[in-house]
């Protein structure tokens, strides 16, 4: 999709980090831009430093009802949607025999329901509307390769791009003129190792020492690094080439060779260094 300019751009998670950036790049480029987050007051102050045509719309992605919302409102301003990004998401760690159901059940609501219900809300009214479109998933390294203290985040992930993949190979299947990428970063600096802000009530339950201490690590090397708006440069570029899978770092490569090497070797796959 090369030209973005006078398109519209729908958004999760926009309130902070890549979601923040991705709506940025989208509205820079041109295009009208619908911000959805459960946090009221950053998608409010995402909305007002966009310039050009842009709507706020609260959404917990958990919810399908709040996403067809969104569709309905995305759809009622603009009348089209060419390039929705599933972007929302948290992170929740811990030892896996350690953590909660309400530790899996709250990950998997945002990172893989918010997904599919971006998916299943989305993708039957572009593919009514007959347009070139794009949908971006926003998994993360963790959806490629696994680490220790962080079942449930990877848990997510990996079902996310499964769910990611299973959208480009049916797309392609019919003809549709829809793509699909899988972004995956590393480390990145934002918010998400402060997730449990956005925690629900009904989802709470008391942390325990190996999540304080992975959310504590994931805190301290994420600061720093990578930067949100380097990550939505390379969104923007893999939408206008059509790339499925977006790694921000080149030594990706190797760790997904080195992954498939152990498992060819029936060896518990090595970690990622997120280097």
């Known amino acids: 999709m090369q030209n973005l300019a006078g398109k519209t751009a729908v958004v999760t998670g926009a309130g902070s980090g890549i979601g923040r950036s991705l709506a940025r790049r989208w509205a820079a480029?041109?295009?009208?831009?619908?911000?959805?987050?459960?946090e009221r007051d950053a998608l409010a102050r995402t909305s007002a430093e966009l310039d050009g045509a842009v709507v706020a719309?609260?959404?917990?992605?958990?919810?399908?009802?709040?996403?067809e919302r969104l569709a309905d409102r995305a759809y009622e301003e603009f009348g089209a949607v060419h390039v929705l990004c599933n972007n929302a998401g948290v992170f929740q760690g811990g030892l896996v025999w350690e953590c909660t159901d309400a530790d899996f059940e709250w990950t998997l609501g945002v990172n893989l329901w918010g997904i599919l219900h971006g998916i299943r809300v989305f993708v039957p009214r572009m593919l009514a509307g007959g347009i070139e479109a794009h949908v971006v998933n926003t998994i993360s390294m963790a959806g490629l390769a696994t680490t220790p203290f962080s079942a449930p985040y990877?848990?997510?992930?990996?079902?996310?791009?499964?769910?990611?993949?299973?959208?480009?190979?049916?797309?392609?299947?019919?003809?549709?003129?829809i793509k699909v990428s899988a972004v995956c970063p590393g480390l990145v600096d934002t918010a998400i190792s402060r997730s449990r802000r956005n925690r629900p009530v009904s989802f709470r339950t008391e942390q325990s020492r190996g999540a304080a201490f992975v959310e504590q690590a994931l805190a301290d090397s994420a600061a720093g690094s990578m930067s949100p708006d380097e990550v939505a440069d390379l969104v923007v570029d893999a939408v206008r080439e059509e790339r499925f899978l977006v790694p921000t770092r080149p030594s990706y490569a190797q760790q997904l060779n080195?992954?498939?090497?152990?498992?060819?070797?029936?060896r518990v796959p090595r970690s990622p260094t997120f280097d």
Do not use: N, Q
Request: hydrophobic residues 50%; aromatic residues 2%.
């Open 154 to 177: 990877d848990v997510s992930k990996f079902a996310a791009m499964a769910a990611t993949e299973c959208l480009a190979h049916d797309l392609a299947t019919v003809g549709a003129p």
């Open 57 to 67: 719309v609260p959404t917990d992605v958990t919810l399908r009802t709040d996403v």
């Open 29 to 38: 480029a041109g295009m009208r831009v619908i911000v959805a987050d459960v």
């Open 258 to 266: 080195d992954r498939c090497e152990d498992l060819v070797a029936r």
